[in-house]
């Protein structure tokens, strides 16, 4: 993977699942050696209270002919208060320290889907599955038997299954309520999950996915109108 000084990345800075935005500040790469970078500083500025952070850089590569985003983890080293870039210019800079391979990254977050029953993208909690409401890269609302103890800001492992392919998610527990049906409410409660630390892979395989399943909604929705 050809990084090199001059090369101009994105730093996302902070991922907010659940509102699914997303802080990315641009920057260049000034200098490299090993797996040390000296980076420009972004605007507005990373602040100091990232020291020692982890962050995301990504990338665009050409070298296969057609441009994919790519990306790695790095922790924040120093802050460069006066980084020489020539004779005459000094400019405030970052020390990266990369912590990861190269990973193929998307940065665009999909909205929340309200899935169809049969769109290949389902849930299961403890062996057993749940009715999903919605869901997008940064979690899921669902219903579900009240055997299963959710409880707020507790940790949960479900098992994501994407066109049958079951893929093991840590969540955080972030909402727990009952339906508004009361003869339901004695056996069925309804829960929202956060996912935590989702790998970028599994994120992308999600996201092509939802943007699959919107689009055939919508050609169905167009074409039901005709």
């Given amino acids: 993977m050809n990084i090199r000084p001059g090369l101009n990345i994105n730093i996302i800075v902070n991922i907010d699942h659940m509102r699914e935005t997303v802080d990315v500040g641009n920057s260049t790469i000034h200098d490299m050696a090993g797996d040390r970078m000296i980076v420009a500083q972004t605007d507005p500025p990373i602040s100091r209270t990232h020291l020692g952070k982890e962050l995301f850089v990504t ?10 985003r790519f990306g790695f983890p790095a922790i924040v080293m120093e802050f460069v208060k006066e980084f020489e870039l020539s004779s005459s210019v000094k400019v405030q800079a970052l020390v990266l320290r990369r912590a990861g391979g190269f990973e193929e990254y998307n ?3 999909f909205y929340r889907l309200e899935p169809p029953t049969d769109c290949g993208i389902r849930i299961a909690v403890g062996g057993k599955g749940v009715n999903l409401i919605d869901i997008s ?4 609302k669902f219903s579900h038997e009240k055997v299963f103890p959710f409880v707020i800001g507790e940790p ?3 098992v994501l299954y994407v066109e049958d392919v079951a893929y093991t998610v840590e969540a955080k527990v972030m909402r727990v309520w ?3 049906n009361e003869r339901i ?6 829960a929202s999950v956060q996912f935590i630390d989702m790998e970028a892979h599994l994120k992308n395989i999600l996201a092509r996915k939802i943007r699959d399943v919107e689009r055939d909604m919508r050609y169905k929705e167009v074409h039901s109108m005709r």
């Fill in 59 to 68: 990338f665009i590569d050409r070298s296969g002919g057609q441009p994919r």
């Fill in 178 to 180: 009952e339906p508004e």
């Fill in 107 to 109: 940065l665009r977050m």
């Fill in 156 to 158: 949960v492992k479900l």
């Fill in 137 to 140: 890269i940064g979690g899921a």
């Fill in 185 to 190: 409410r004695k056996t069925v409660a309804l």
